[in-house]
């Protein structure tokens, strides 16, 4: 059969550096993009009305103009990147590098299951425990711990990341 190409969809929360993962496909069509962006529920998170929503992207025709409505009826305003400018997107650009060097090159990927199971693994990882030097070298979602407890290991992708802790 071959290689394989997957698509991911996916959202970074540029303040907190939280990544969402919307979906993964072998065929992005428009239909696709737009099915799956009506179903996303951190767009619903009304919770944070005082910050502006704004979403980042690039020109692909697959952004249709339903994909931007869905988009600004939670309040979100798109801009569009220029033509060929990925270094205007930054944050997406370091998201793809990050995952695909300290994940995907460690694995043979066994189809769109293990492919959608690496990437999700990943980006709980990186979400919840992998340090970020733009917030301190905290993860998006930390918690404080307490200094007196025993030290513990969480390890995850078969060792391939591993987070030690007190708890």
Same mark, same amino acid.
């Given at each position: 059969? %071959?290689?394989? !190409?997957?698509? !991911?969809?996916?959202?970074?929360? =540029?303040?907190?550096?939280? !990544?969402?993962?919307? %979906? =993964?496909?072998?065929?992005?069509?428009?239909?696709?993009?737009?099915? @799956?962006?009506?179903?996303?529920?951190?767009?619903?998170?009304?919770?944070?009305?005082? $910050?502006?929503?704004?979403?980042?992207?690039?020109? /692909?025709?697959?952004?249709?103009?339903?994909?931007?409505? =869905?988009?600004?009826?939670? %309040? =979100?305003?798109?801009?569009?990147?220029?033509?060929?400018?990925?270094?205007?997107?930054?944050?997406?650009?370091?998201?793809?590098?990050?995952?695909?060097?300290?994940?995907? /090159?460690?694995?043979? !990927?066994?189809?769109?299951?293990?492919?959608?199971?690496?990437?999700?693994? &990943?980006?709980?990882? &990186?979400? $919840?425990?992998?340090?970020?030097?733009?917030?301190?070298?905290?993860?998006?979602?930390?918690?404080? @711990?307490?200094?007196?407890?025993?030290?513990?290991?969480?390890?995850?992708?078969?060792?391939?990341?591993?987070?030690?802790?007190?708890?």
């Amino acid at each position: 059969m %071959g290689p394989r !190409v997957f698509y !991911v969809l996916f959202f970074i929360n =540029i303040h907190t550096r939280k !990544v969402h993962i919307a %979906g =993964i496909t072998k065929h992005p069509k428009k239909e696709w993009i737009t099915e @799956t962006t009506k179903t996303l529920k951190f767009l619903c998170d009304e919770s944070k009305t005082d $910050t502006k929503k704004l979403l980042i992207r690039d020109r /692909d025709t697959k952004f249709t103009e339903e994909f931007d409505q =869905i988009l600004k009826s939670h %309040g =979100i305003e798109i801009k569009e990147l220029p033509y060929k400018s990925p270094n205007l997107n930054p944050y997406a650009e370091a998201w793809v590098s990050t995952i695909k060097r300290e994940c995907l /090159d460690y694995f043979a !990927v066994f189809g769109k299951e293990h492919f959608e199971y690496l990437v999700k693994e &990943y980006a709980n990882y &990186y979400n $919840t425990l992998r340090p970020h030097s733009g917030l301190n070298d905290r993860p998006p979602e930390s918690v404080e @711990t307490k200094s007196n407890k025993d030290i513990h290991c969480d390890s995850r992708l078969g060792g391939l990341t591993k987070h030690y802790y007190r708890g």
